[in-house]
């Protein structure tokens, strides 16, 4: 079956510096893969995928993720973090295992980022 | 352009009561989901919709029943409810034009059911 671990149930980081919220994955075939965002009493928002091709995606809000096959991570970063990532961030990816859209979602990393 | 909304955004439900959550969405998008959100658990899927009149059981469909009469709505519903179904309920949309799509589910903001 297809999953996503998060290893990490927090991750705190001050304004400024570089920020890198984990994610492995463990699929069959090609992984496709996803980065949400949820902010507090919000639904989740949509950061970025992988597909097909570079191994660095870029997403909104100046994240990007570098999928790694070899490590089998796909590892979200963004180079200044901000006060206002502050969030729930999910990994996720696509259960190809009936062919359609569904998505199996990790734990969660809670990115806590202070001033 | 509103994409998904919710309603209600809280309940709170006696043991035994039933409900349903309302989903909506104006992308027409042929995909949607429900799934319900438990502290530390991520998201768990429900049941999901690939069109109208067709649905399919997710990981946890018990205690829930869903139906797709248009494409625009959603709706879940909780018969007897128990406290084990006490979470928060996510609706999501996508629209694909194969079985094999990748693309976005857009979410909505959430309902926050509570069963005492």
């Known amino acids: 079956a297809q999953s996503v671990a998060q290893p990490e149930d927090q991750v705190n980081v001050a304004e400024g510096n570089p920020l890198t919220v984990k994610c492995t994955y463990s699929?069959?075939?090609?992984?496709?893969l996803f980065w949400y965002v949820q902010y507090p009493n919000r639904g989740l928002q949509f950061l970025l995928k992988?597909?097909?091709?570079?191994?660095l995606v870029k997403g909104s809000y100046g994240f990007e993720a570098e999928f790694n096959k070899s490590q089998t991570s796909f590892h979200l970063k963004k180079p200044s973090a901000l006060v206002s990532d502050s969030a729930l961030y999910f990994c996720?990816?696509?259960?190809?295992?009936?062919?359609?859209?569904?998505?199996?979602f990790g734990t969660g990393t809670r990115l806590l980022v202070s001033p | 352009n509103a994409g998904v909304t919710q309603t209600p955004k809280f309940r709170i439900l006696k043991i035994g009561q039933s409900m349903t959550l309302q989903c909506t969405q104006d992308?027409?998008?042929?995909?949607m989901y429900w799934y319900r959100q438990d502290p530390g658990m991520g998201l768990k899927l429900i049941y999901y919709?690939?069109?109208?009149?067709?649905?399919d059981k997710g990981e946890v469909p018990n205690g829930y029943n869903v139906s797709r009469s248009t494409t625009e709505d959603f709706p879940l519903r909780l018969e007897l409810a128990a406290p084990s179904q006490t979470s928060v309920y996510f609706c999501?949309?996508?629209?694909?034009?194969?079985?094999?799509?990748?693309?976005?589910?857009?979410f909505g903001p959430g309902t926050r059911l509570t069963v005492l």
């Open positions: 999501a949309s996508s629209y694909s034009i194969d079985p094999g799509g990748t693309d976005t589910q857009y």
């Open positions: 699929v069959s075939g090609n992984p496709y």
């Open positions: 992988y597909i097909t091709g570079d191994n």
């Open positions: 996720a990816v696509r259960d190809t295992k009936t062919g359609f859209q569904k998505l199996v």
């Open positions: 992308m027409n998008h042929n995909y």
């Open positions: 919709s690939v069109g109208a009149g067709i649905t």
